[in-house]
């Protein structure tokens, strides 16, 4: 700089000169020309901006000599100027790059991550599932599927990593310099890369806040989290977050997982040569790998080994020992990909996106925090393997599916979607779209009785169409008058027709929606009979309005989600709404006791009350029990995937359920459902909008002979006949319980529990408040008449009518 200033210096004086010299004569031959002076030509913009800039620098050295830094400067002068002087620029020199150096560490410091996440660092792209205990279902991604403190590693594996890693780990203040200097030197000797310089805080750093690009400007970031780690964390915490989140090959994150994958044990079983080998790997995870190079992982072992002698950890007898021991291998498939409850979590995985965005999924590092009761999980799953295996090859089905929630607040406590996960990831618990069958049953009638109707309305079983459409009974048989309750009871088919008449086809499928039922249903004759397909989870859930007092809740299995950082993406928050009114629910339940206490859901009986419903599609090609107590309520499904029929009966699905149902309520408290109301001067909730049929044809009750039926005007209406609280008919032609499908005596009840407290895991649910829907009354008047479509044309599959069990 001083040079330059002289040279400008040097040349202005020169040019300044040369502008106040006067212009001398010019010279000619011509003697008798008068002398002349020469233009001022005026100088173009680039010259004025060269003198300017001459002029300036001029000053500007002649300012610095006449300054307060002279007598500083003085010193570097010498004999020669300010500016030639070579002491002076290599001064410059270095003071420009300590300012440099200085701006860019500066600039460096300010793009750095927080490291306070190191706290709460799950990887990018992992999702992890909990049940309701906290227990991990899932992980997907590259998780550590079990993390320890540091307490739980074993002495050994902790000496065999600082040994194999960074000897002066508790010497260094996060980057060791000396360390640096050793391996580089160690690195050329060798000619190859025997060491790494990172420490193990600097590894921590790079896993946690950077990624693996090998540039100088992410060697300088990781120094300085280093450092700042050392500041903000003990050693030991440091040390503990590297033996969990370290890479380790073969899908293993982690000192415990990799012991899994490997050998196949926990890390407090590791022998010293198993340590040694596992802490060998971190520099080059594939290359050391005992499953891919075990003679390169044998060498690499080898050296952790001495290394641990050297820095004292072991006796040289303990080294050639270890040294001389063979490798033995026992792999397994890395924990985090081993599945909790799959058909559970894969359900979980379909509502996600209901719940939290497209973005945040695919970021990743979520925790998903679940209903999941893992007890009752592995009840269900054992019951539907059961059922599967045992009673499948005899009856025709190859499959089955099992949900069961709290009606009280819609929780999700076990799903079955399947038995085998691995051959087929396809729920049939949410995925599987099935005919009902008889179990639809229960939603029409609960639409009547919320109409006004009474359980002991009498109504004529016999040969019945209506507008070309024929229901038949189970065997072709009919029993004549029956009550509401015990059509229900013993699932008669012709009388659950003439009751959808009469309550009307918008009022039902109002209902059933209210109830929990989100698939189409379809408003034709065969609706009562189960034609419409629903999934298992659903009509589990419309049951449990009923297990409610009335009061639906949407099935949930998810509680919270949140995300790497610990904060709550979604928290559920289901409110109770009630859709059906108190009475309606309490004459349902009383008249479902019916059917597992003396109908066709006998199998079902658990020694405690129980109310629930078997339903059976044409040709038996779905077998279902839905059936509840005030604490629980329980479905079951099964079938075959193909459509195929069975040759069983719902009687089995019932007794899946009991199954299921007798080591749950296990220690559970007995409830008895809500006392019955009174039948007399009840008016309805709802309006029934009965369909007019163009024309209804009723016969005899006999079984069918061909015989020419007798044509009614009327679907149903009291007989007159007299009923006692029971349900009991007595018109005199009675009936008995035989040509009805699981009429056979069943295995007896077990006593009835002692009340016992809940075990620890059960807490009794504190009731929500109840969102209440406003119920109309119904009207005295008549409500207008629906008029049923023409040539109404069910199903292809509904005819002929579903067999009722």
Sequence with gaps: ???????????????????????????????????????KVPKSPGKRLKSNVKQLSTQ????????????????????????????FWLGLGLTSGICALGIGWWSLESTLPDTGSIFTFVRDGTLTIKAADGTILQQSGPATREKLTIRQFPKNTVEAFIAAEDRRFYKHKGVDYQGIVRAALSNVVSGDLVQGGSTITQQVARIVFLNQERSITRKLKEAMLARELERQMPKEQILERYLNLVYLGSGAYGVADAAWVYFSKPVDKLTLPETAMIAGLPPAP????????????????????????????????EMETAIAAPLQLKPSTPKRLVIEAPYFTSYIQQELPKYVSPEALELGGLTVETTLNRQWQKTAEKAIKDAVELDGSAEGFSQAALVSLDPRNGEVKALVGGNGYGKSQFNRATQAQRQPGSTFKTLVYTSAIAAGFSPTDGYLDAQYTVDGYKPQNYGKTYRGWVSMRDALTYSVNVVA???????????????????????????????????????LLELTSAYGTLAAQGNAVTPHGITRILNRQGQVLYSADFKPKRVVDKGTASILTWMLEGVVQSGTGRPAQVGRPVAGKTGTSEEARDLWFIGYIPQVVTGVWLGNDNNDPTWGTSG????????????????????????????????????????????????????????????????????????????????????DSGGYEDSAPSEPAPEPAAEEAPPSDYAPVEEAPVEEAPIEEAPAEEAPVEEAPAEPEPPADSEPAPPAF
């Design 1 to 39: 700089m001083a040079k330059f200033i002289s040279r400008l210096r040097g040349f202005s004086a020169k040019f300044n000169n040369a502008e106040s010299a006067e212009p001398g004569p010019i010279a000619s031959n011509d003697q008798s020309q008068p002398k002349k002076r020469r233009k």
């Design 60 to 87: 500007a050295v002649a300012r610095v000599e006449r300054s307060r830094l002279a007598p500083i400067l003085r010193p570097f002068r010498g004999p020669k100027p300010l500016h030639q002087n070579r002491l």
């Design 286 to 317: 594939s290359v050391y790998s005992p499953l891919v190079n075990p003679d390169s992982a044998v060498k690499r072992r080898n050296v952790v080994l001495q290394r641990m002698f050297d820095t004292g950890y072991i006796s040289k007898a």
């Design 497 to 535: 027709v003439k009751v959808l008449i009469d309550v009307g086809f918008d009022p039902v499928v109002k209902m059933a929606k209210d109830m929990g039922i989100r698939s189409k249903l379809m408003p034709t004759y065969s609706l009562a009979l189960g034609a419409s397909e629903v999934n």
């Design 652 to 735: 089995t699905a019932a007794h899946t359920w009991r199954e299921f149902m007798t080591k749950v309520v296990q220690g559970m408290p007995v409830q008895k459902f809500p006392e019955l109301p009174s039948f007399e001067g009840r008016k309805g909730s709802i309006k029934a909008k009965p369909v007019t049929p163009k024309r209804e044809l009723s016969g005899s009750t006999a079984p069918e002979t061909g015989a020419a039926n007798s044509e009614s005007s009327g679907g149903g209406y009291d007989s007159g006949s007299s009923y006692d609280s029971g349900g009991g008919y007595d018109s005199g032609g009675g009936y």
